[in-house]
Nanobody, 123 residues
């Protein structure tokens, strides 16, 4: 599976951006949860939002009520709608996927990361 993000850019505080992540390649039908992570300068990567194969969502505390994660019907594209952006939302946003593959022993979970897209929020 390959993940390609797009939609990052420079926006003023209070503005909005919509990020997209497109999955392609082998095993895309085995993608389970898809996630967005953010890595701010000098900080660790943190989970921003997650969406399961069935559509259940989860958000980091700092973005609840402002960000919305969604997934297309084919479950190969995930979006992150970001509203009321703050300076602290600045960072590189990475798309991440959990891929569940059946094995003789049970299930193997693989992880895949995109290359990231930069979001800069000016205050």
């Amino acid at each position: 599976v390959q993940l390609v993000e797009s939609g990052g850019g420079l926006v003023q505080a209070g503005g909005s951006l919509r990020l997209s992540c497109v999955a392609s390649g082998r095993n895309i039908d085995s993608i389970d949860t898809m996630n967005w992570y953010r890595q701010a300068p000098g900080k660790q990567r943190v989970l921003v939002a997650a969406i399961t194969r069935s559509g259940s969502t989860n958000y980091g505390d700092s973005v609840k009520g402002r960000f919305t994660i969604s997934r297309d019907n084919a479950r190969t594209t995930v979006y992150l709608q970001m509203n009321s952006l703050k300076h602290d939302d600045t960072g590189v946003y990475y798309c991440h996927a959990d891929i569940r593959l059946p094995t003789i022993e049970g299930t193997s979970v693989l992880e895949e990361w995109g290359q990231g897209t930069l979001v800069t929020v000016s205050s």
